[in-house]
Structure formats: structure tokens, C-alpha cells
């Protein structure tokens, strides 16, 4: 019983982290643990029916332990579903229709527009940390931030290179993979989108904007859900058609 309240509580802990990377490290590491506890599990149902249908003094004590345990689990279950933990292409297009399609835009050109010729900028906020710029001021910097913030992104990738394609607007990073917006400057062609959407790691939302994910280094280089998300637009645009 011990053995698993004390499992239970780390993993409330490292859901709880705000540093991503290191809760998904911390988690992982959990999930291999389990594999050892697993035995215990039975143990711990056993003792959660018997405290339930005795009611000697040491069951009744049992039975508040396992109670605890019960809401310690319910609290990890809402931490790991909290949005800054979870995305794929649906909660993307959610985020993106609308108003934040205008802001997002607005943003790049804005921050496209301050950079000196053939120079690019790439910030990243990592929760309250404000990082160093050679470009930017540091009131610049905040406004930066409140403008993302207002959005729920984390970050901004733009260039004014002459053969500039695109800005980037990060939306969320889980672990080591980032999810963001692909912002084209000029509208895609169809084949630039049926090109584009042959790439795992992308989907064309429209004639001018894609989802990207990006796995890391060692991460796997795939959109996870594309056909899902793409199955439910076909679909729901074959509907309104009709």
C-alpha cells in the first residue's frame, strides 16, 4: 500500500511540473517503475475490498489511505489531460479559427517587418523566463510575450530573407516535440499542398497555413493523428457541401 501511494504521489508531482520536458522524463521513468509494482497492484485491490467489507479499526485506517489514493489518481488523470499537455491537429484548428488567425498573422508581419535585411529571429518562452535577445528590447520582448500569451503559442520563428516562404508561429511543446503554425506568405498552390501534405510531419490547413510537428532529435518524425484529422475535415466539408 505504501509502495504504491508513494508512486502515486510522484506521478501527481511530475504532472504537475511546468517544465515539460522534465515531467515527461520524470513520467516515463514511472511508467518503467510500474512494471516492477504490477504484483502489487492485486495487493492493493485486495486490501481496498477488504477495508470496504470489514470494518475493524485497522480497515477503517486502510480505508482513508485508499481514499486518498483513489483522489491522488483522479488529480493525475486532470493534470495529464490539462491543455498545455496534450495537442494534436484538432486542438490546433481549434485554437487557430477565428479571431487568433488575424492576431497570428498581425504578429509575424510585425516582427518580420523590425528585423534588419537577411536576419531571422527565433524566440521561445519558457514559462516565466524571459530570454535574451540581440534584436529585440526588452519591451519589445514583453509585448512579444503578451501577444503569444493572448494567442496560448509559446514562441515565434520569422526571417525577411528574399526567398522567405513562411513565418512559424510555436504553439505548444510536449516532451521534446513542437507543435506550430506554418504561416505562408503567399497562397499555396494544389500541388504545393498535395506536396506538402505527402510530408509525415504536416498538414495543409488551408491555401496559406499548415500545422508542423517537429519530433526533436530523437523523437518520431510523424504528425500523430493526420489521417483522423484529415478523415473528420473531409467529411465534415462533404457534409456542409451537400
Not at 72 to 86: A, F, T
Not at 105 to 134: A, K
Not at 190 to 219: K, M, P
Amino acid at each position: 500500500m505504501a509502495v504504491v501511494t508513494v508512486w502515486l504521489l510522484v506521478f501527481l508531482i511530475a504532472s504537475a511540473d511546468k517544465d515539460e520536458f522534465r515531467a515527461v522524463g520524470v513520467i516515463v521513468f514511472l511508467f518503467l517503475v510500474f512494471l516492477v509494482i504490477i504484483p502489487l497492484i492485486g495487493f492493493w485491490i485486495y486490501s481496498f475490498v477488504k477495508a470496504v467489507r470489514q470494518h475493524s479499526k485497522a480497515d477503517r485506517i486502510l480505508l482513508w489511505f485508499h481514499i486518498a489514493d483513489l483522489l491522488i489518481l483522479g488529480g493525475i488523470v486532470y493534470l495529464l489531460n490539462r491543455p498545455p499537455m496534450r495537442c494534436d491537429a484538432f486542438i490546433m484548428a481549434e485554437c487557430y479559427n477565428g479571431e487568433p488567425v488575424f492576431w497570428m498573422r498581425n504578429t509575424v508581419d510585425r516582427y518580420r517587418n523590425m528585423l534588419p535585411d537577411s536576419t531571422r529571429l527565433v524566440i521561445e518562452f519558457d514559462n516565466d523566463e524571459m530570454p535574451q535577445s540581440d534584436i529585440l528590447s526588452e519591451f519589445e520582448m514583453k509585448q512579444l510575450k503578451e501577444r503569444l500569451d493572448y494567442l496560448s503559442c509559446i514562441g515565434i520563428d520569422v526571417d525577411n530573407y528574399p526567398n522567405s516562404e513562411y513565418s512559424t508561429i510555436r504553439f505548444r511543446r510536449i516532451g521534446m516535440g513542437m507543435y506550430s503554425f506554418r504561416l505562408y506568405h503567399h497562397p499555396l498552390t494544389r500541388q504545393q499542398q498535395d506536396s506538402i501534405n505527402a510530408n509525415e510531419c504536416l498538414i495543409v490547413y488551408n491555401d496559406s497555413t499548415v500545422f508542423e510537428f517537429w519530433g526533436g532529435v530523437f523523437g518520431a518524425q510523424i504528425f500523430v493523428g493526420k489521417d483522423e484529422f484529415l478523415k473528420s475535415r473531409n467529411k465534415n466539408q462533404s457534409n456542409s457541401k451537400q
